[in-house]
C-alpha cells in the first residue's frame, strides 16, 4: 500500500540520519481517548510513534484480510491479477513494518510455533518429573510410617 510505503521510507530515513531514541513520543496531540496513553495535564491525549505504528499493524492486516477476499471472489483473471499484486505488495509492506515494530520492542510476534510447543511440553515435563517425585516422596512417608 503506497501511504504505509511513504511512511515506513519516512521512518527508515529519520532512524538512520537521526539515531535518536526509540521510544520517541509522536508530534500528534489529539481529544479522543482511542487507546493512547492520557497526559497528566490539561486532558489531552498523546499519541506515539508506537501507537501509530500499532495502527499500521492492524490496518495492513486487515487490508491484508481484504484483498485476500477479493482475490477469491473475483472471476476476471486481469482483475485477480492486479488484486494479487496489490495483496503481495500489502504483505511485503507488513513484513516491513513489523520488523520495524519487532526491532523498537514493540510487537512480539512468535517466531514459531514448533517453540512455543516445545517450551508447553519442558513445561509439563518438569510438572510431570515434579509429580513423580512428590508421589515417590509420600510412598516413602507412608512406608517408614507403617514400620
Partial sequence: MAWMDSILNDSDNKSSSSGKNSNSKGSMSSSSSGGSNSASSGG?????????????LSMSKGDIEQLGKAITETTNPQLRLTLTNQLSSAINSHFRLSDMAMKK?????????????????????????????????MQQTAQQTMQ
Avoid: H, R
Wanted: a negative charge; hydrophobic letters at 30%.
Fill in 44 to 56: 489531552n491525549t498523546q499519541i506515539t510513534d508506537k501507537d501509530i505504528a500499532m495502527d499500521m
Fill in 105 to 137: 520492542g514493540w510487537y512480539d510476534a512468535k517466531t514459531c510455533p514448533t517453540q512455543l510447543i516445545n517450551q508447553d511440553l519442558g513445561e509439563f515435563q518438569g510438572i510431570k518429573l515434579q509429580q513423580q517425585a512428590s508421589q515417590q516422596s
